[in-house]
């Protein structure tokens, strides 16, 4: 069984540690990341980020729901653990396999994770472009050619992010 958890971002290390420490091996943590290029200081710097902020993804194993639900409550760095996760078993367990799927050696989400389908706008995550929202003008398999005003731009899909908005 999947539960999602809200944890504190200074404190996830701790949080880490304890689950370990208390829980053994009977919860295995997911936390999907990606990595981006960003420019600091004039240099041009790799930094991983969550795509999912401050939620944890965690699987239950070997244990009763209950008893881990009680211990889980109380570790440093949990904000809260996320109701009505019953019911969005199939969810999570379908998003949490589409993103090992699309993991690098590192464990850092491919480009490939970010699909777009049937969309006509993206909006870039990384890049001299990041947060500019662009329409399609033309997605082939390995490039999108997209327009904003008047300036046409080809992006390889290999190296960028991007999301589909509306």
């Given at each position: ?9 200074k404190?996830l ?80 367990e ?24 049937n ?48």
């Amino acid at each position: 069984m999947w539960i999602v958890i809200k944890f504190k971002k200074k404190d996830l290390n701790i949080f880490r540690a304890e689950i370990k420490e208390k829980l053994e091996n009977n919860l295995e943590c997911y936390l999907p990341k990606v990595s981006v290029e960003k420019i600091i200081k004039n240099k041009i710097t790799q930094v991983s980020r969550y795509i999912t902020d401050d939620y944890l993804f965690a699987k239950i194993n070997n244990i009763s729901e209950k008893e881990v639900l009680l211990k889980l409550k109380y570790l440093k760095g949990v904000k809260y653990i996320l109701n009505h996760f019953h019911c969005s078993q199939l969810e999570i367990e379908k998003f949490v396999n589409k993103c090992k799927l699309h993991e690098d050696d590192n464990g850092n989400l491919k480009s490939s994770f970010f699909e777009i389908v049937n969309k006509t706008k993206i909006q870039f995550l990384n890049g001299p472009f990041l947060n500019q929202i662009m329409n399609i003008v033309e997605n082939k398999k390995n490039f999108i050619k997209t327009s904003l005003n008047n300036i046409n731009l080809t992006v390889k899909k290999k190296n960028n992010f991007f999301q589909a908005v509306n």
